[in-house]
């Protein structure tokens, strides 16, 4: 099985900054891609960054110049620093990565739990 745990939001006022991490164990024979979704109330879940294994990164247009998503692959580890936070940022986060188990051929998607980011002054 493979877990991954996610920790970092919180409340902050606009303007501000948060740094969320997802940090993935268990049995990882090697992980693709990894990303970054967020859902507020009453919307669907989308897209907020990505990166490839290979470090190329992806952004939502609505978060471009302000989120930016990193990844240390010695520790499984990615992260999503995001400056200049503004209410509509407001919704819980989850962290998703493609993951090749050892006892298998291919690639599945897993989730982290979600943490909430709360932009409010």
């Known amino acids: 099985q493979v877990q991954l745990v996610e920790s970092g939001g919180g409340l902050v006022q606009p303007g501000g900054s948060l740094r969320l991490s997802c940090a993935a164990s268990?049995?990882?024979?090697?992980?693709?891609?990894m990303g970054w979704y967020r859902q507020a109330p009453g919307k669907q879940r989308e897209l907020v960054a990505a990166?490839?294994?290979?470090?190329?990164?992806n952004y939502a247009d609505s978060v471009k110049g302000r989120f930016t998503i990193s990844r240390d692959n010695a520790k499984n580890t990615v992260f999503l620093q995001m400056n200049s936070l503004k209410p509509e940022d407001t919704a819980v986060y989850y962290c998703n990565y493609q993951v090749r188990p050892y006892y298998s051929g291919s690639s599945f998607s897993y989730w982290g739990q979600g943490t909430h980011v709360t932009v409010s002054s």
């Open positions: 990166i490839t294994s290979g470090g190329n990164t």
């Open positions: 268990g049995s990882i024979f090697s992980i693709n891609g």
